[in-house]
């Protein structure tokens, strides 16, 4: 009599693979296969645009190099004071493989990127399951902003990866019955490196302090506060003495920033309560305003979209805040309280949180049509003469109505990772630089032919031109700080990067007050359509091919 074989042991190997082979994974899986083709079809290795971006790749360049943590592109290097270091050491590690590569620096980025959608995933199971779950973090990596953000040599992406992994180590932290002490370490050591990162993330310690205490029948929450706060201290305080080292007094740069009237200029004096309220609506509705093209841009255009999103969004989260007290509602709440009264509005400042919107928005739809479909259970009782209202809730009505809509979102959505592989003409517009930047370009390209060593340049990208020029510049905000315009003008070496038109990056009043009042000690020695560059007359010129 042969054997019963038990078990698994019975089951072929194939039909075991495709049990554990299910719709969500499916989903997800290729979801990020979609959002890898799409990066590296539309990955350039043209230098960087943005101003901040140029500032990382010369900090992570001084990091090998051996220069330190150094703001060297002014006539007078000082240390690097504003920008955390955990991204320029990330970077670092790239350009030490592959040195002078800026394609490989955009795909560390984009890695980072891929990593925090899938934290996303781990994290909205645990409020939407599984399959909703996946397709909103598909959504929202095929959306144009996450797919533009990620890579681009910013911090945004970067911050976004580690702050959701704090989040979801603390949100898995309070469903453990009894966890260890090593969870929390890692708890403390994710806030550490997301406030190491980008400064906002100050935001997670006092969000995982208020949802423990507010939060009953955690198991030693004392001991994960006690964690969180000190590894909170250690990062911060530790990049405040930098600062306070390279500059020789305590200067805390946002804070400072903070109270000021004018974040540009420390002369406008110290705003008032007005003028942080005026600040304060201000953001309010930049923020409000710009929600969706960071959220869903892809189908941003859709009429009344914005109004209903927001409205969803804000009740999930009332929701969730009112039952839950979960640390993602701490959060969240925290961090746009700091863009209300931070000095700069900008459409950027918004990714970090754009998946937890998206993650209220859907779960305030699936609530909401759960309202509506109970509602109508009702009145059908209640017009059937003796009927009883069920005594089991029918869930199979809500979830396929939010499935229904978060699909209908996510097929409109294709258009673009769809147009981006297929198109080269939507390439060539993606990868489109702002209209000035090409000017600039021919600028400093002149610049570096040109001019001799010696020379510096005053233009309000700075990074940039002293990255590609190799001629140390500065910019009108440096002008305000130090005597760099009138040392470089007694040197007469000084040569100036501006613009007729007024909406152009490099222009500013204080160039155009310095050129007017010093009429007829310059002239135009190169123009590049708008774009001038404009030498003392006594500054060398090196003759030679434009």
């Known amino acids: ?35 890898s083709a799409v990066i590296l079809s539309v990955v350039r290795p043209s230098f960087p645009t943005d101003v901040d971006s140029a500032r990382y790749l010369m900090l992570c360049r001084n990091i090998i190099s051996g220069d330190g943590y150094m703001d060297d592109y002014k006539p ?93 180590l603390v949100f898995t932290r309070f469903r453990e019955e009894r966890p260890g002490i090593w969870f929390d370490i890692g708890v403390g050591l994710a806030v550490a490196v997301s406030i190491l990162t980008r400064s906002i993330g100050i935001a997670l310690p006092p969000a995982i302090v208020g949802a423990a205490l507010l939060k009953p029948g955690i198991h030693r929450k004392g001991r994960l506060i006690t964690i969180v706060l000190v590894a909170s201290i250690i990062s911060g305080v530790g990049w405040e003495v930098h600062n306070t080292l390279a500059a020789d007094k305590f200067v805390p740069v946002y804070p400072t920033l903070l109270v000021y009237k004018d974040s540009n200029s420390a002369g406008a004096g110290l705003a008032n309560a007005s003028d942080i309220l005026k600040r304060v609506e201000q953001n309010f509705e930049f923020h409000y305003e710009h929600l969706l093209r960071v959220a869903l841009p892809n189908v941003s255009q859709i009429p009344y979209l ?7 969004a804000v009740f999930g989260w009332l929701v969730r805040l009112i039952r839950k007290r979960s640390v993602l509602e701490f959060y969240l709440l925290i961090y746009m309280l700091v863009l209300l009264v931070w000095p700069w509005a900008v459409e950027r400042f918004l990714t970090p949180v754009v998946p937890l919107f998206l993650l209220y928005f859907i779960d305030g739809l ?60 939507s390439r060539e517009r993606f990868n489109r630089p702002p209209p000035d930047f090409p000017e600039f370009l021919s600028a400093v390209n002149w610049i570096a032919r040109h001019t001799p060593e010696d020379a510096v340049v005053l233009t309000e990208r700075a990074v940039a031109c002293n990255l590609i020029s190799d001629r140390k510049s500065f910019t009108a905000r440096d002008v305000r700080a130090s005597g760099m315009l009138r040392e470089a003008v007694s040197e007469n070496n000084l040569f100036i990067i501006h613009s007729t038109r007024g909406d152009f990056r490099t222009a500013s009043p204080l160039v155009a007050s310095v050129l007017g009042k010093t009429e007829g000690h310059w002239r135009v020695v190169f123009r590049s359509g708008s774009t001038l560059v404009i030498a003392q007359n006594g500054a060398e010129v090196i003759q030679g091919e434009s």
């Open 366 to 425: 699936r609530r909401l049509t759960g309202l509506i479909y109970r509602g109508f259970e009702r009145l059908i009782a209640l017009l059937k003469a003796g009927a009883r209202l069920p005594s089991r809730r029918r869930k199979a009505l809500p979830n396929p109505i939010a499935l229904v809509i978060i699909v209908l979102i996510f097929v409109v959505s294709l258009i673009v990772p769809g147009s981006l592989l297929f198109s080269r003409q």
């Open 1 to 35: 009599m042969p054997r019963k074989i038990s078990g698994t042991d019975s089951v072929p190997l194939t039909a075991r693979i495709k049990s554990r082979i299910r719709l969500p994974l499916m989903i997800l899986v290729g979801g990020m296969i979609l959002y």
């Open 306 to 312: 914005l109004s209903v999103f927001s409205l969803l």
């Open 76 to 168: 007078w290097p000082v240390p690097h004071m504003k920008f955390p270091p955990v991204l320029p050491c990330l970077l670092a590690v790239t350009e030490w493989f592959f040195p002078g590569n800026i394609v490989s620096l955009k795909l560390t980025v984009a890695l980072l990127g891929l990593a925090s959608l899938i934290v996303a995933f781990l994290l909205f199971r645990y409020i939407l399951g599984e399959l909703l779950a996946s397709i909103a973090v598909v959504t929202l990596a095929i959306q144009f902003s996450f797919l533009l953000r990620a890579q681009r040599i910013m911090s945004d992406v970067p911050y976004t990866l580690f702050s959701m992994l704090a989040l979801l």
